[in-house]
């Protein structure tokens, strides 16, 4: 049987920083899509706390050649908004991103999973850092607004779970230990929203499909 292999692209959120790496939400979704019977290798995960959509790229390009993925999943952006950097820029490097992220899935729009940017202004972080919540959720709205449009205009989906972190807010159970990343139960929520989405786009998938 011919399995299917998973790259998973982003930033500490898919990284899972401060969590056991099991916790990761590439895979739990992919464990998820397993116990589904889809014969998906563990993924792997191009993604480092801190990158921008430009250190992403930069990072991609370092480790050419990628090949050809079955899945690939995208969520980036949030170190953009952290340092201020201008909405337009986000929006050039995400759109970059994304046809890098089609063309690694075989020119396959359809093999492509975006998850929009959590808001971690609802954190103890945020509050540590005397940051504004309103500000951060209007700057992260922005960020996702664009990103969603851009997907739209590309043909990939983009599931949002932003909503999910801002009710998960700064619950101890929901985040990691340093009071900003998510723990692997907020993660879990991720992937329930995330997996009806991933299950739909792998339909009858195989490695090497072209459909």
Known sequence: MSTIRY???GDSYTIGEGID???RWPLQLAARLRA???ALEP???LARTGWTTDELSAAMDAAEP???WDFVSLLIGVNNQYRGLPLADYARGFDALLARAIALAGARAGRVLVLSIPDW???PFARRELRSPRRIAAELDACNAAAAELCRARGVVFVDITGISR???DAPAMLADDGLHPSAAQYARWVDAAL?????LLAGASAGDQS
């Open 196 to 200: 009806p989405v991933a299950r739909a």
């Open 66 to 68: 990628l090949g050809q």
């Open 43 to 45: 993924p792997r995960i």
């Open 121 to 123: 202004g609802v954190t």
């Open 7 to 9: 790259l998973a692209l």
């Open 21 to 23: 790496e099991p916790g």
């Open 36 to 38: 589904d019977g889809l």
């Open 167 to 169: 009710d998960a807010g």
